[in-house]
């Protein structure tokens, strides 16, 4: 029997909260399609794509049992942080009580110590001595977690602090609410001279040792998830709550899903105008970190934003740093904002211009086109203008005849879209005039699988149900095998 190739997935919005929850909290709604016209919905994690990090699944149309339901229950317990508020207190101001040289952190157990209690983690990695600075900006020594799968963390470059902490004085912001971004709270909660306070909301339970609650949360950020439950989130609603001017810098993983990313901080918004009682059509301002070749989602998402020419560097990214093996262009990162460009002047000597007839600062290879009427460049080449196209191009791409378009110069003619055109197109039918998920051939969810297919449905429901969470892992990983990979 012929197999139906595998389309994708994609995310299905619901009320997010009442979903069932792994030990990130509520896990999201996917669903897979396949060219056959079928689809079916599942759970699962929002915050780990590697379901090896976290392995919930959990088929929309089956029942959530009682068995499966406490097993993730005490899965969810197990994982909860074994320090209490009072008691990572306690060691905080035990370390700051002693010398540097007496402050130890444990990379491998997370924890601060002095080295009284040095003997209980002989074979850990220990990093000593800590300096009062290093304690307020735990960033610089922290050892960056960096799968690309879950909590994936890229630090800025101080340049690309100071330029955003520039833009946050431009916008007279008088508090920021730090999702990720870890340096640019340490440098407001650092700076004497900025008047402005931050709270940090960050999935990385590792800033709870040296961070007060008043000032970080553990969060996440693809389900609007509190980790310590009502009291964080009165935390964070009495700090939106206030009336001095909010701004939201959002720095997230560059392979999140955008549509969870845009529907969180839609919450965000929504939570402060609720907060501060203020009229639906009121604009919480937002800087949102994400690479330019992700633009088209961006603004499919977040319509009212634009993307400002600014290259964000990291320190410790392979690729969007400085160094021997970064993109020749420039980093890839750039800053979406909902606020006029015109706003945010750019410094001359990281090789930028003020771009007149625009009315907004461009990296120097941005070249305006007078017959596009705007600086069109988004990689940092200088693009060149096609008069066939009737815009400007990446440089190296030559206009094709036969796709009518300009493409890369090794490309496969006719591989966009319809006849070669760049219009959507339904995966399952082929129609350009909507997306799979509004398909009319595509099947009912009671109708997503053949009757072959059913009968091994109803046979796995025949066996034993895990016992375990090692038992209920290693199902799930099995199942996700066949789902994800394609």
């Known amino acids: 029997m012929a197999t139906s190739e595998r389309l994708g997935v994609d995310v299905i919005i619901n009320n997010i909260d009442n979903n069932p ?10 669903e897979r399609f396949q060219s056959n016209g079928r689809s079916r919905q599942y759970y699962a994690c929002s915050a780990c794509r590697d379901r090896k990090d976290c392995s919930f699944f959990h088929w929309a149309d089956e029942k959530f049992s009682k068995t499966k339901r406490d097993l993730w229950d005490k899965f969810i317990k197990d994982s909860e942080p074994k320090d209490t508020e009072e008691e990572l207190s ?16 444990c990379a491998n157990c997370s924890t601060l110590l002095t080295t009284a209690r040095r003997s209980k983690h002989k074979a850990c990695t220990l990093i000593t001595p800590l300096t009062d600075i290093q304690l307020t900006q735990p960033s610089s020594f922290l050892p960056p977690r960096e799968s690309a799968k879950k909590e994936a963390q890229y630090l800025f470059a101080s340049s690309s602090v100071d330029v955003i902490i520039n833009m946050l004085v431009k916008l007279q912001a008088k508090r920021v609410l730090c999702v990720g971004a870890p340096r640019i709270y340490e440098a407001i909660a650092m700076s004497e001279k900025l008047e402005m306070s931050a709270l940090m909301l960050d999935i990385d339970e ?9 000032s970080f949360l553990r969060y996440n950020m693809f389900n609007h998830y509190f980790f310590d439950g009502k009291k ?10 206030e009336k001095e001017k909010l701004v939201l810098v959002s720095d997230p993983p560059f392979g999140g899903r955008m549509e969870l990313l845009a529907h969180n901080m839609k919450r965000i918004e929504q939570d402060w105008r609720t907060a501060r009682h203020l009229d639906p059509q009121e604009q919480l301002p937002v800087l949102f970190i994400f690479p330019y070749f992700m633009e088209p989602q961006v603004l499919h998402n977040l319509s009212d934003f634009v993307m400002l020419d600014y290259q964000i560097d990291y320190d ?17 990162v750039r800053v979406y904002v909902n606020q006029p460009a015109s706003l945010f002047s750019f410094p001359e000597s990281e090789g930028y211009h003020y771009c007149k007839p625009c009315n907004r600062w461009v990296f120097n290879n941005n070249k305006h086109c007078k017959k596009c009427k705007g600086c069109m460049s988004k990689d940092g080449r200088t693009y060149r203008h096609c008069d066939q196209c009737m815009k400007c191009v990446k440089p190296s791409w030559l206009h094709c005849t036969e796709c009518s378009r300009c493409q890369p110069q090794d ?6 879209g319809v006849n070669g055109s760049s219009k959507t197109i339904c995966h399952i039918c082929g129609g350009s005039d909507h997306k799979r998920t509004d398909c009319p051939k595509k099947k009912k969810r009671g109708e997503s699988f053949s009757s072959e297919n059913a009968g091994k449905k109803k046979k796995r429901r ?22 994800i990979s394609s």
């Not at 905080?92 to 130890?104: A, M, Q, T």
Request: proline residues 7%; charged residues 20%.
């Open 21 to 30: 929850a792994c030990s990130h909290g509520p896990t999201v709604l996917f």
């Open 206 to 214: 590792r800033f709870q040792s040296f961070f007060k609650p008043q």
């Open 411 to 416: 490309h496969k003619c006719k591989s966009h």
């Open 232 to 241: 964080a989130k009165e935390t964070y609603q009495n700090f939106i709550a």
């Open 316 to 332: 410790n990214h392979p690729l969007y740093s400085s160094g021997p093996k970064s993109m020749k262009n420039g980093s890839a």
């Open 90 to 105: 306690r060691s905080l101001n035990e370390v700051l009580s002693v010398l540097p040289s007496e402050r130890i952190y």
């Open 462 to 483: 025949k066996q034993a149900l895990p016992s375990n969470l090692s038992e209920e892992r290693e199902r799930n990983l099995d199942i996700l095998s066949q789902i």
